[in-house]
T-cell receptor
């Protein structure tokens, strides 16, 4: 079964550093998403991406965040100057129809 | 606005039934149900697109009352594997063309099934 893959599975970074979270969506999918889940809390929408541009973003997705599809297969989330409160699980998802397929997530720990 | 789920948590013995509710203050286009095991990604269970629609997946089914802006997830004869956090996700507007959407998740309902 096709799956969304995310790397790394866990990243620890110092406050103020930049991180790039990587995702490889399912190959024929056209819509890509990033979600965040702070430990013990609900899954929160960050951004959706279609046709090489952001189609919608939440209030969480401020100038600190950016997304890119650099090579037609990877879909990246960059967090500049990380803060302690950025510590969370970050899930990538892709869709072709109505069903969203989630990756296994990257656990980001900012220390 | 995020949908409201109830109850927050429920503990069952294997074989018992449970109902998880999801309601929204906004008009809903669709309701999605996901289950998340601890430390894992949410897994899609089902989507309900029409008012009054009911769907089933094994012994898990759901209904969607578009007028009441509510959906309920029914777990019948629960199994140990049903344990996890159940999230409803709502899509409150229909996007023109394509299937781009933003899911807004509720806070989740923690279901624990004990032997």
């Amino acid at each position: 079964e096709p799956e969304v893959t995310q790397t790394p599975s866990h990243q620890v970074t110092q406050m103020g550093q930049e991180v790039i979270l990587r995702c490889v969506p399912i190959s024929n999918h056209l819509y890509f998403y990033w979600y965040r889940q702070i430990l013990g809390q609900k899954v929160e929408f960050l951004v959706s991406f279609y046709n090489n541009e952001i189609s919608e973003k939440s209030e969480i997705f401020d100038d600190q965040f950016s997304v890119e599809r650099p090579d037609g297969s990877n879909f990246t989330l960059k967090i500049r100057s990380t803060k302690l409160e950025d510590s969370a699980m970050y899930f990538c998802a892709s869709t072709q129809g109505s069903q969203a397929f989630f990756g296994q997530g990257t656990r980001l720990t900012v220390v | 606005q995020q949908p409201v789920q109830s109850p927050q948590a429920v503990i069952l013995r294997e074989g018992e039934d449970a109902v998880i509710n999801c309601s929204s203050s906004k008009a809903l286009y669709s309701v999605h149900w996901y289950r998340q095991k601890h430390g894992e990604a949410p897994v899609f269970l089902m989507i309900l697109l029409k008012g009054g629609e009911q769907k089933g997946h094994e012994k898990i089914s759901a209904s969607f009352n578009e007028k009441k802006q509510q959906s309920s997830l029914y777990l019948t004869a629960s199994q140990l594997s049903y344990s996890g956090t159940y999230f409803c996700g709502t899509e409150s507007k229909m996007n023109s063309g394509g299937s781009n959407y933003k899911l807004t998740f509720g806070k989740g309902t923690l279901l624990t099934v004990n032997p």
